[in-house]
Structure formats: C-alpha cells, structure tokens
C-alpha cells in the first residue's frame, strides 16, 4: 500500500519505446569486436517514490559542467563532462535530462547515438567503444546542450529546477531538479565530484557550491566563475544562482572557507544572522561531529524568489533573509542529508528529522525552551500523525509535516532512551563519522542506534518511527 509509484510519476511510453530501443540496441549487442555482450543500464533505480530517477549499469565519480547562462533569456548553452565507472558490461546507458536540446554527444571522444523519452536521455556508443565499455571501466561522456532550463512542478505543488528571480535564476534539485540544468545520474545514491564553470553577464555573479578554483575571469563582457566540489555531492543539492549578489569570503576557525552571496534587498534585514554561519557551524559541529566540508556559506535571495529554503551543498539557499531557526536547521542538513546522504527518498525522515532536532537543540541551549517542550508541542500537532516518518504515503508526502516533526521526535525518543546526554551527542557524531560522505538508510541507521546504545529498540521503532498511530507520550 505504501510503495505505489506516485500518480505524477511520468511513465515512459512503454511499448513504443521499448520497441524503438530493441531497433536500436540489438545491432550492438553482436556487433562488438571483443565479443563483449553488453547489455542495457536500467532506466531508473526503484526508487520507491520515483522509480526513473537515476540510472543503472554505471557510477559517476565526477561532473565537469561548462555553462553559459543568458540571464535575460533564460537560456542555457552547456557541456557536460562526465567520468563513470561501469558496474556491467554496457551496450547503452541512460542519463537523466528534461527539456533542453541535444546538440550532440560523445562517448570516450566518439559519437554516440541518442534517444530521448521523458526524462530519459539514452545514449548508445558506437560498436568500438561498446567492446570497450567492460564492467569495471572508467568511460568519459560529453553531452553538448542548450535551451531554456524547465522550472519542474513536484507533486506537493512546489517549483523546483530552474527559477526565474528578480535578477536572474536559481537551480534548485530537491527532488529531482537537477535535470532541468544538466544531464546526469539523478538519484541521491550516486554521489560525485563537480566542477562548474559558469560564465554569464558581466556585473552579475554566478554561485555554486564549493570553493572558487580561482578568481573570476572577464573578457568581452562576460565573467566565468569557477566552482570546485571535491567532496562527494548528490544531484539534488547542486545549485547555481545567478543574479546581482553582495559576495564575502572568510576564513574560520579550522581553515573552513565561509563565502556567502546576499541578494542586495535582502543584505540589510540578513546582515546579522548570515553573520553568524561560522558560529552556527561550530556550535553544530560540537554536537554532531566535525564539519563534513572544506566550504561553508548561504546563499540568500530576496522574498518571492523562491517558496523554500534548500540544503544546498556547502552553502544553503534562502529565499529571502532566514531566521536563526532555519539557519540552523539548513546549516545541519550538511550533516543530516548532504555528507550522510539518503539512500533512497524514503529515508527522508533522517535528513528532515534530525535537521528538525538540531532546532530544537539550539533553542534548549540558547533559547531556554527545553528540547521536551518541542516535543510536547510537536505531540499535540495532529499533523504530526498523518503518516509514520519512515513511511510516506506517496511522493506528494516526503516534505510534509511529519517527516519534520514525527522524525524529530523520533531522535528526541532516542535521547530519552541514552538517557545520558554526553552519550546522545557521541552517538550522533559517531553516526555521521560512520557514513560521512555516504549514503544511509533508516534500516542503517536504526542497527547503528541500537548497536551503539547496546539496547533493542524494537519497540520504539514499532510505535515512533513506523507506527500509525499516536503512542502515549511517555511510552
Ligand atoms: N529540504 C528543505 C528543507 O527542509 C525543504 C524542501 C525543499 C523539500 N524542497 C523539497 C523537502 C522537496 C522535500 C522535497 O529545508
Ligand atoms: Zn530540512
């Protein structure tokens, strides 16, 4: 009942498509001159909410995005560059992309054939690069594209993809934006390293994640910035914004680059608080383990230029000044989620959950309202029981109320149950020490817990984590 695909999920054309890749595929598979039998990477991961997110077949260990953005007409000319390792010996493989124009596309420098339906963009190597392609195997493959980048309606209705602002655009991936802006394997369980170089308008400022490889660059009117991520990223916390910014680069305490980029309307009303994302860092890093990143940052746009903050790797999206609540809450998905990475969209709730904790631990610690009474209010909230954390009814439900609030007091039963809160804290920090720049599941992560406590929670778990209905308070 509850791993139904969503209703929005599109679904490919199936017996026309299916023919049309057999009359594609099938000379390949006996036209290797190694005698390779290549076969197929799946279209999608089985997701159990978005089955065609991701592809299978390959791992990709690096993204090199070369873009050129005309904020004006909301276009995109780019190249993408990228190094996989084949997990099968592979005939084709899939990329993730919607909207845009293939211009071309090329696998180990030779052309490649290219078939699109949906968002699937399948690429098929030519029979010399097919013997080649050998499970095991680093290839390299360039997709050359241009268009106008899609903003993508999700299920629960909010936009995400590309977005139009007052002043330029923002990409924003969660859950499966990042297709819009660049092809790729979308699905968080394939985590990467990135270099984007962006080149766009002079007098605006492109942001994305990581550090500056150098300084920008102008020439003939337009500046190329250069982003480098070295630390394993998810598709759907790339980001890029562009638009006029106020820009600072600081260094804290631990040799963490701090670069964050203001939106002027909003830089008078967020001064104070983006001023204190050093802090929010150390104190964070106090409590779940050492800042996963070598960058840190916000990125904050003005009010109406998006409905939702993002996690964004290294540097969190705001659509306007954030409050001290939600810089915490972003600023701990860069443990919860963008280092400890979901292995799959059901396990929501530990990002959500945990970054929802965090919270209520910084308003126990700074804002004399103990972590229980969160809890008790959280309790009371009926929109906390629609559903069990661990077990969204459907895609439209990953972002709702109680993956939030549920999931947070889910931890706050964990707490309870360490009864010790030096233990607690070494248990959070032991957990993303664990699977620092991984992937997780809840399955992972309850094991952990009751490894790490010694204890067999099996009852928690039942009532707070799967349950669906309200347990007593106390139980
Ligand atoms: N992860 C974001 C946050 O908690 C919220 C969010 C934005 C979201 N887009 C989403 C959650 C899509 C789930 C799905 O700050
Ligand atoms: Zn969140």
New binding site residues.
């Given amino acids: 009942m509850d791993q139904r695909p969503p209703a929005r999920t599109p679904r490919r054309a199936g017996t026309a498509v299916l023919l049309l890749s057999l009359a594609l595929l099938a000379p390949a598979c006996t036209a290797g001159t190694g005698g390779v039998e290549g076969r197929p990477g799946a279209s999608g991961l089985r997701d159990p909410y978005f089955p065609k997110l991701g592809n299978g077949g390959y791992d990709v260990t690096h993204y090199g995005l070369t873009l050129d953005v005309d904020p004006d007409g909301q276009t995109l000319r780019g190249t993408a560059e990228i190094t996989a390792r084949a997990t099968q010996d592979l005939s084709s493989f899939n990329l993730d992309l919607v909207g845009m124009t293939v211009e071309s596309a090329t696998v180990e420098g030779r052309p490649a054939a290219v078939n699109r339906a949906g968002g699937e963009l399948t690429l098929r190597p030519d029979a010399e690069v097919e013997s080649r392609l050998h499970r095991g195997r680093t290839f390299r493959t360039v997709v050359r594209y241009s268009g106008s980048p899609r903003t993508i309606t ?1 299920s ?1 209705d ?1 936009e ?1 993809g590309w977005l139009r602002t007052a002043d330029g655009s923002v990409a ?1 991936g ?2 499966t934006g990042s297709m819009a802006w660049f092809p790729g394997n979308n699905h968080p369980s394939d985590k990467a390293s990135y270099d984007v170089s962006v080149t766009v308008p002079e007098g605006l400022t492109a942001v994305s994640n990581g550090v500056l490889a150098g300084p920008p660059r102008t020439a003939g009117g337009r500046t190329t910035f250069r982003w480098h991520t070295a630390e394993p990223m998810a598709s759907y916390l790339a980001t890029l914004a562009v638009g006029r910014f106020g820009t600072r680069t600081t260094t804290m305490a631990g040799g963490i680059k701090v670069f964050t980029a203001v939106d002027p309307e909003s830089a008078k009303a967020s001064a104070r608080t983006v001023a204190r994302v050093p802090e929010v860092v150390a104190w964070e890093a106090e409590h779940f383990g050492p800042y996963p990143f070598s960058a840190t940052g916000a990125i904050v746009e003005r009010k109406g230029d998006a409905g ?4 964004t790797q290294n540097r969190p999206f705001f659509p306007g000044p954030p409050s001290i609540g ?1 810089l915490v ?2 600023m701990a ?1 860069q443990w919860f ?1 963008d280092s400890v990475t979901p292995e799959s969209w059901r396990d ?1 709730w530990l ?2 959950g945990l ?1 929802t904790y965090a919270e209520w631990l910084w308003e126990e610690e700074k804002e004399d309202t103990p972590a229980q009474d969160s809890f008790d209010e959280a309790y009371e909230d009926d929109a906390n029981w629609a559903f069990p954390p661990a077990d969204p009814p459907s895609a439209a439900d ?2 709702e109320q109680p ?2 609030g549920r999931g947070a007091m889910v931890i706050h039963k964990i707490r309870e149950a360490v009864d010790d809160d030096e233990e607690f804290f070494a248990l959070l920090a032991g957990w993303t020490k664990a699977h620092r720049h991984g992937n997780a599941s809840t399955k992972d992560f309850t094991a952990y817990v009751e490894k790490a406590t010694g204890q067999d929670l099996t009852e928690l778990w039942d009532d707070w984590l799967y349950g669906r209905s309200r347990p007593a308070a106390d139980g």
């Fill in positions: 999700d629960d909010s995400e924003l969660e859950p939702y903050a993002l996690e939600l809450h972003e998905h989620g929501m990002n959500e970054a990953i972002s993956v939030y």
